[in-house]
């Protein structure tokens, strides 16, 4: 049995020889082709099938690669390592199994870098500042801008009304003063005389030529019959006085917006009304005119569109922009109340203090007491002064708020009216769709019918349609445009405006309260003085 079991030299030296033979087996690719090479070095571009495993071996080093090559940095020092082209090489003679260059081997890296800018959201910015142009977008900030780099003036003054005749032919007239330094005028100072009617026919012009393409044109004066029979009737006394400067008031008011419009202020129309010395009678004006008559009709008619003709708004724009003037009329209306209730209230306590005044002065006159009567009579001369403060301020409360927002509350009816004739060039535009759809339907039947002498007229009408739906189309997208720039034009003025008489009635309140302070501590001593 002991001769049976192997020796364990043998079996230590065999076991070497085995590991060795592994790792023959496992010898690198490029350890075989170099001692071949070096035997024989001539041999190996004739061997196909060294050739063969050469391209077996690059390509299997390309597929290692290749699908990595879009991720590898060039500049990393990992890559470097196991692609060195001096690994790769079996000795400087063999030239056919150098390794191909980094940029073969990698080619996808590239176009990874080249890739990273991404140019598509620029060209957004100009197709949306076109859009803006399209609907004619006016920021407050230009609307500003253009007013204030508007170096030349237009200031207008009505002043000095008067009465001409008597009986019911007379009527009142108004000199309007007129300062500019704008070169289309003929003269910069400029001083005409004008009537009430001039006035209503200067605004029946710019309506006429630019309201139903959108522009907002200032309302002028209403009419008033009472008020103007007083004047025609009767001799001249506070009321009729007090009617008249508040009709002055508002022809001014009038004629200073229409000067502040960019367009309105250039209108021929207006111009003559400020330069030439007579003007042609404005007899449309009379509500007892043929014209007049009209006028009412027209007025019935427009009523009675507006109830029918409705339009489904798709601009999300003006569908807020009428929504918020709707509810700025009513707010309007509202404050518009209570400042006419707060000027009679002040008026009546000014009549109130008058009449205190006098009863406390015939007092004064039966008092026996020295010391208190004239004590009293001091407080009667403080009462008379107070009732002017009251007045004033009254005047100042219609002059400034009243004013002010029933001027308003017509703007607003100006505004409804642009936003009704839009209503009325789209259904205009759609009309003339329609119009085309049955021209071209009854295109078809003829052609259907063979009638082929009529095919001709009705391309005619064809071609003559299409025009007025492409008119239609223009003529909308323009009354839109000119009211958006009107709207904010509008929005604008009104801060403004309403800003600057806040500033001034304020002004006006704490001068009536000083001036009640200092009355009241002139009297405090006459009062201390009662022994």
């Known amino acids: 049995m002991a001769d049976d079991r192997e020796p364990p030299p043998l079996f230590d030296d065999e076991k070497p020889d085995k590991k060795e033979d592994e790792d ?43 699908g990595e090559g879009e991720e590898v940095d ?243 724009w003006f569908e807020e922009k009428q929504n918020q003037v709707e509810a700025l009329d009513q707010q309007l209306k509202k404050l518009h109340a209570s400042v006419e209730a707060l000027v009679t209230y002040r008026k009546e306590l000014g009549i109130s203090t008058s009449a205190f005044a006098k009863s406390t002065a015939m007092l004064s006159n039966s008092e026996e007491h020295t010391a208190l009567s004239r004590a009293l009579s001091q407080l009667a001369e403080v009462e008379e002064k107070i009732e002017l403060v009251h007045l004033e301020q009254a005047d100042n409360d219609f002059f400034l708020l009243s004013e002010l927002l029933k001027d308003y509350i017509g703007i607003i009816q100006a505004i409804r009216v642009v936003f009704h004739e839009r209503v009325k060039s789209f259904h205009n535009w759609q009309n003339a769709q329609q119009n085309l759809a049955k021209k071209r339907e009854q295109e078809a039947k003829f052609k259907q019918t063979g009638k082929t002498d009529k095919i001709a007229q009705a391309q005619e009408e064809i071609r003559e349609w299409e025009g007025k739906v492409e008119k239609g189309r223009e003529d909308f997208e323009e009354i839109s445009k000119t009211i958006r720039t009107e709207i904010r034009r509008f929005e604008t003025n009104r801060v403004k405006d309403f800003r600057n008489i806040i500033i001034k009635y304020m002004e006006t309140l704490m001068n009536s309260q000083q001036q009640l302070i200092k009355y009241w501590e002139g009297f405090l001593p006459e009062a201390k003085a009662i022994a």
């Open 24 to 66: 023959d087996l496992f010898a690198t690719p490029n350890e075989a082709p170099k001692e071949e090479i070096k035997d024989e070095p001539a041999s190996l571009p004739t061997e196909p099938a060294q050739d063969k495993a050469s391209e077996d071996l690059f390509a299997a080093d390309d597929d290692l690669f290749g």
């Open 74 to 316: 060039l500049d990393s020092p990992e890559t470097e390592g196991p692609s060195s082209p001096a690994k790769m090489e079996p000795d400087s003679d063999s030239s056919p199994l150098e390794a191909p260059p980094m940029a073969e081997v990698l080619p996808p890296a590239k176009p990874v870098i080249e890739e990273k800018p991404k140019p598509t959201p620029a060209p957004r910015k100009p197709s949306m500042e076109k859009s803006k142009e399209e609907v004619g977008y006016t920021s407050f900030a230009q609307i500003e801008e253009e007013e204030s780099g508007d170096q030349f003036a237009l200031d207008i003054k009505v002043h000095d009304p008067g009465k001409i005749g008597d009986g019911m032919g007379a009527y009142m007239s108004y000199k309007v003063t007129t300062q500019t330094s704008i070169p289309a005028f003929r003269r910069p100072s400029m001083t005409v005389t004008r009537r009430f009617s001039d006035f209503l026919g200067l605004h029946e012009k710019l309506s006429q030529k630019h309201t139903h393409i959108g522009r907002i044109v200032p309302p002028a004066p209403e009419k008033s019959v009472v008020g103007m029979t007083k004047i025609k009737m009767s001799k001249e006394d506070t009321s009729s006085t007090e009617f008249v400067e508040k009709r002055r008031a508002l022809l001014e008011r009038f004629l200073q917006r229409i000067s502040l419009h960019p367009v309105l202020q250039m209108d021929p129309d207006f111009r003559d009304f400020l330069e030439q010395d007579e003007l042609p009678r404005a007899t449309s004006t009379s509500a007892v005119s043929g014209a007049g008559v009209l006028r009412l009709i027209k007025g019935v008619g427009d009523t009675f569109s507006k109830v029918t003709i409705k339009m489904d708004e798709s601009d999300q």
